[in-house]
């Protein structure tokens, strides 16, 4: 390229570990640097370096993210023990994805991204469906008690000032269990907002479902909790969008989204977003396709891949063998990344970049050249199947041709 296209403000790069650090370099190296200045500041995540830092180095990529408004990550060891022997750990240092969405307050939002030949299992997805998921409280903060026999379990709440109230839960003839769960309006309505800005931004209907026919107070809260900030902060923004705000109860979402075509987004609790995304990316065939966008109700944007750090490639790979890992989602991260930058900063050439990127991708897997999880879901016929490497530079190959 004659003069490589030029950015204002720089992107937030979070390096990772394993073999999506490898595919990061590679990336980098074919298919960003060539076309753009790259302006980014950077910040290292890998678990070494976290270690090194006690996970310092995370808080400040968070606070950088908060300061600039777009940040780009390459996925990341959670420890867990073998963790800890593997790179000699001070700590089990906590997911960096975790410390990142609680210091940003943000919502994560998942989408497949579809190809021609790997069809989604519901033949009449036409577009992809994007999940919302509620990352805080409900089940996954729930108190259990298994009960040993006949007694009374009661809901006690002391307020502040000493109040109470309380309820009957049940009482036990014999042995059975009870779980108490929580949320919080403030959560609940950070849910809402990042959900309300994230449809106006990608401009798609929002559907959002609970059991409030069952749950006439946890649930139901959730719902009125939508519909007061969508009325008094979103409503006009999504008439001028052309879009809209859609509540139902859970059940009939299920039905609907089934039936329907895609191209919006479903918004749901703690636990349906979690069942429901891992039905949508299976229903799409690959992990390896799922991009992810962390983002908070003021408006800043994380994007990442779906998936993790890919291990057991990497190990192939440090052995010196033949990797062949799908790098798309990763590929799409960024250029998800570079596309909001363009937008805030008013950089249509960086704009068309992110375009053509995706683009490139799309085109090497629909001419048949692939990776391996690729092929073996595929319906064309003899995919060319392509290692690590090869794959990047066949989308490289791709997206030159939009420059020459
Ligand atoms: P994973 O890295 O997503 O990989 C699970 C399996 O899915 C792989 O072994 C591979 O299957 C397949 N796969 C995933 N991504 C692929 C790709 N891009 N191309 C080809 N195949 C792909 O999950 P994991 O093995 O459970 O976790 C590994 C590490 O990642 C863990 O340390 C975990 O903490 C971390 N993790 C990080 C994030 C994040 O940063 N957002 C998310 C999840 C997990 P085959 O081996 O059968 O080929
Ligand atoms: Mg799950």
New binding site residues.
Partial sequence: MEQKIQMTTPLVEMD?DEMTRVLWQIIKDELLLPFIDLKTEYYDLGLEKRNETDDQVTVDSANATKKYGVAVKC????PNAARMSEYHLKEMWKSP?GTIRAMLDGTVFRTPIQVKGIEPCVKNWKKPITIARHAYGDVYKSVELKVPGAGKAELVFTGADGNEERVTIHEFDGAGILQGQHNVDESIGSFARSCFQYALDIKQDLWFATKDTISKKYDHTFKDIFQEIFDAEYKNAFEQAGITYFYTLIDDAVARVMKSEGGFIWACKNYDGDVMSDMISSACGS??MMTSVLVSPAGIYEY?AA???????YYKHLEGEETS??SV?TIFAWSGALRKRAELDHLPELTDFADRLEKACIDTIESGKM?K?LALITELENPTVLNSRDFIRAIREALEKYYR
Avoid: C, F, K
């Avoid at 996925?75 to 959670?78: L, P, R, V």
């Avoid at 998936?307 to 490639?313: A, E, F, K, P």
């Fill in positions: 990772g996925a990341t060891i959670t994805n992990l390896a990442e998936h993790g750090t890919v291990q057991r490639h890992t799908n989602a990776t999880d």
